[in-house]
């Protein structure tokens, strides 16, 4: 009965070890992955380094794609390309470039826990001009911003309202964000989470 009982718990528990043993080694891969991350960053500082300084609009696009590098990667770097995206965006005088800039800025805000920063940052932005893209993008990053709030305070308060304000800029990035698109998945399924669906 005793080996009938160990061969059934084996049995239970050997997909989880499967996984378990995946995740390890993606783990010892990480220096792999690293690695590949930074060579493609620096392939990206080198073609930026050949845009002329008067080509504004391709400057703002190499940093655009040098943000979105760093983003997930390198909080002090993406940082600094976000401030780097708002000069550049103030020089054009493009109001869907400094929108834009403003919301990449929002995002390292948040990013790094600064609430107050974030919200003082995405309160000067006026979106309603902005393009779709820009506006689902902000929206989300609304929603994004109440739910951090809400888990930071995790309280029977503030949060259930955090949660419900969150949800409608959801809502509203939803109704920009093509159905088909992993933001779209994304966010549909964060605010399911959120609500405990």
């Known amino acids: 009965m005793r080996y ?3 061969g059934l718990l084996l049995l239970i528990l050997s997909p989880s070890w499967c996984q378990f043993d995946q995740l390890n080694q993606t783990i010892a891969a990480s220096p792999k992955y690293d690695s ?4 493609s960053i620096q392939q990206l500082k080198t073609s930026s380094s050949n845009i002329k300084d008067d080509n504004l609009p391709a400057r703002f696009d190499a940093t655009l794609c040098l943000y979105e590098s760093y983003k997930v990667f390198n909080y002090d770097s993406a940082f600094t390309y976000a401030r780097q995206l708002q000069e550049l965006a103030r020089q054009l005088g493009d109001p869907n470039r400094i929108t834009y800039a403003r919301v990449k800025m929002g995002f390292c805000l948040l990013s790094a826990g600064m609430f107050k920063e974030t919200l003082d940052s995405l309160n000067k932005i006026d ?3 902005a ?3 820009i506006q689902a993008e902000y929206y989300s990053l609304m929603g994004r911003y109440y739910y951090d709030l809400g ?13 419900q304000r969150a949800g409608l800029y959801i809502d509203s990035a939803l109704a920009l964000y093509p159905q088909s698109s992993f933001s779209h998945s994304y966010y549909k399924g964060l605010k399911e989470l959120k609500d405990n669906k």
């Open 36 to 39: 590949a991350k930074i060579h």
């Open 127 to 129: 979106v309603h001009t």
């Open 151 to 163: 888990d930071f305070d995790n309280d029977r308060y503030n949060t259930p309202a955090y949660t």
């Open 131 to 133: 393009p779709d893209s």
């Open 4 to 6: 009938i009982l160990t």
